[in-house]
């Protein structure tokens, strides 16, 4: 049978593979990317990614290089303040709040927030017009096999592909990762997050809120506005039984409900867009690397979503593997050889097993039930937020270690 060779193959056109793909590709590797969703559905679809994403500012520096950011930014509002919250007492009323502020880093922003259906319209024509890049949708790996010197994979339309390099991007549930015999840890919070957009009277000031309680935290995340009318995503975790009687709830009593869970900070909440929800759970992969393959975002990695971890860890592994694999090409060396894969998950696999155990503490921390649990998470807060060197520490890790210059160097 005819096989298609490409530099590099990347399974799975999420928001991460298709960023692997234009990184790749912008790099000058002949990258193909292989999706099994058709399109990307509208705001308005009933499948819809109502989520939005929060690209802290290393993210922002990868999706330069991948010469992305131009048509990005134009979607894009800044965030220049993390404020964290605690409501854990008898009341729905802050008690506690701390402010993250950008400024004393010396930088204007942390990053930005960009709405998932956003990012996947403008990747999509951004891959279809980017030199190298080659977009497969409709169709799925369902066999991987490693030789010597290449991966062959074949996709459920039969065709074959080779490649000295396959780049796992294919989620969660991974095939590629399994196919390879990569053993991963996963454990579930019987948890869910409710995602989506609310319209408010009182401006956003380009602040993130995070209000810890019972249950998981609830986030409110700055969006444009919209007719002049301040906007923002948000997202509501809960345990399951609970999420579920939220969304099912007519829409009047959702926005009491939301309103009443925000402690009324941007005033009364109205729903913009439906209600989706997302299971939550956590994943780390024993290793980053088999044969001809190298894992990258939620095939390595997943966490629940607090401070932004999930997708910006998932581009700092790109960022890495980027690296790895331009250096060999460039020293003529084979890109996907064994020795160059092994270096990336030795270099990555500590940092992404500090992040998912990290944003796990912070999860069973918010949702404590408990009085004496509740008191303790308001008391840690205040130590992380009174202590100066520990909240830059704090803030500096959150964005990535080591990965946002300092001011002051
Ligand atoms: C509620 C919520 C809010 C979040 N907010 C943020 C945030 O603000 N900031 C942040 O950094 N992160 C955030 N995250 C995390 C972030 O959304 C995820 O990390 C990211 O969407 C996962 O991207 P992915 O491309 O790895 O996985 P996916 O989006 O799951 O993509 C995997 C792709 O692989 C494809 N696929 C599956 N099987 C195959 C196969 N056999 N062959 C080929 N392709 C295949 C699938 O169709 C899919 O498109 C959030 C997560 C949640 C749940």
């Given at each position: 049978m005819e096989r298609t060779h490409s530099d590099i193959l990347v399974a799975g056109g999420g928001i991460a593979g298709m960023i692997a793909t234009a990184c790749f590709a912008a790099a000058g590797f002949e990258t193909t990317c292989i999706e099994p969703q058709a399109q990307a559905p509208d705001?308005?679809?009933?499948?819809?990614?109502?989520r939005s994403t929060a690209f802290l500012e290393p993210a922002i520096a990868l999706l330069k290089a991948a010469g992305v950011w131009e048509r990005l930014s134009p979607h894009a509002t800044d965030l220049r303040i993390m404020r964290l919250a605690d409501a854990g007492g008898e009341t729905n009323e802050m008690r506690e709040v701390a402010d993250f502020d950008a400024s004393t880093l010396g930088?204007?922003?942390?990053g930005v927030n960009l709405p998932n259906v956003q990012i996947r319209k403008v990747l999509l024509e951004h891959l279809d017009t980017l030199p190298g890049a080659t977009l497969l949708t409709g169709r799925k790996v369902v066999r991987a096999t490693a030789r010597t010197r290449e991966m062959i994979l074949t996709l459920d339309d039969g065709t074959q592909h080779a490649t000295p390099l396959a780049v796992a991007a294919d989620g969660r549930n991974s095939f590629l990762r399994q196919n390879a015999g990569i053993k991963a840890r996963r454990w579930d919070y019987g948890q869910q997050a409710l995602v989506f957009a609310v319209s408010h009277p009182v401006p956003h000031d380009n602040v993130s809120t995070e209000i810890h309680r019972t249950g998981g935290p609830f986030t409110l995340v700055p969006l444009p506005d919209r007719g002049g009318v301040p906007h923002s995503a948000v997202v509501w975790m809960e345990t399951g039984p609970k999420a579920a009687a939220l969304a099912a709830l007519p829409a009047e009593d959702f926005n009491r409900a939301a309103t009443e869970r925000s402690c009324g900070i941007l005033g009364p909440l109205e729903l913009a867009t439906g209600r989706g929800r997302w299971p939550i759970s956590s994943l780390i992969a024993e290793r980053l690397d088999g044969p001809r393959v190298a894992l990258v975002a939620e095939a390595a990695h997943v966490m629940p979503p607090i401070g932004a971890q999930g997708l910006n860890t998932s581009l700092g592994d790109l960022s890495d593997l980027l690296g790895l694999v331009a250096a060999a090409r460039d020293a003529g060396q084979d890109h996907g050889a064994h020795q160059i894969l092994a270096r990336y998950s030795k270099g990555r696999h500590g940092e992404t097993l500090a992040r998912v155990l990290g944003v796990d503490a912070l999860n069973r921390a918010a949702m404590a039930e408990s009085q004496g649990l509740r008191d303790l998470r308001r008391a840690g807060l205040k130590l992380l937020y009174g202590l100066r060197p520990l909240r830059e520490g704090a803030m500096r890790a959150g964005l990535g270690a080591g990965r946002l210059p300092d001011p002051g160097a």
């Open positions: 705001e308005g679809a009933a499948d819809a990614d109502l930088q204007a922003r942390f």
